[in-house]
């Protein structure tokens, strides 16, 4: 059996407040939640993937994790809709490349903590 990575199974982004970047990832970007086994740490589901908010266990810094991309449909609209529920715009949507059978759209928001996060759409 050839042994290989078949898809990314979590993501853990550093908070300084779980609670309150729970409140941004469940509520405005609506993921669905999953657990909270402790004030400290949450898990969200997106698509096959997990997000995992949680506080420094020694690695990482809030404000300073590595961009989560959110495939969106309609990202023009998404992007509008979560600004409007309290997302901090970045970057407007806009064409990031034009491949031969579509367009890849790419915008970002920024989490309360700073975070960039990505939302993308092949069109």
């Given amino acids: 059996m050839d042994s290989k990575i078949v898809s990314l199974g979590q993501l853990a982004l550093t908070m300084?407040?779980?609670q309150r970047a729970l409140e941004f990832y469940r509520d405005i970007l609506g993921l669905k939640f999953l657990f909270s086994?402790?004030?400290?740490l949450a898990f969200l589901?997106?698509?096959e993937a997990r997000i995992m908010l949680t506080t420094s266990q020694g690695a990482g810094e809030p404000g300073k994790n590595s961009i989560p991309y959110f495939n969106v449909s309609n990202i023009?609209?998404?992007?509008d809709s979560v600004?409007?529920?309290?997302a901090i715009a970045e970057r407007e949507p806009q064409i990031a490349a034009q491949m031969s059978?579509?367009?890849l759209w790419?915008?970002?928001?920024k989490d309360p903590e700073g975070n960039l996060v990505g939302l993308m759409e092949e069109k």
């Fill in 45 to 47: 589901q997106s698509g």
């Fill in 101 to 103: 059978d579509h367009e």
């Fill in 76 to 79: 023009v609209e998404f992007y």
């Fill in 16 to 18: 300084s407040n779980v």
């Fill in 37 to 40: 086994p402790a004030e400290n």
């Fill in 83 to 86: 600004l409007t529920k309290g």
């Fill in 106 to 109: 790419i915008g970002f928001i």
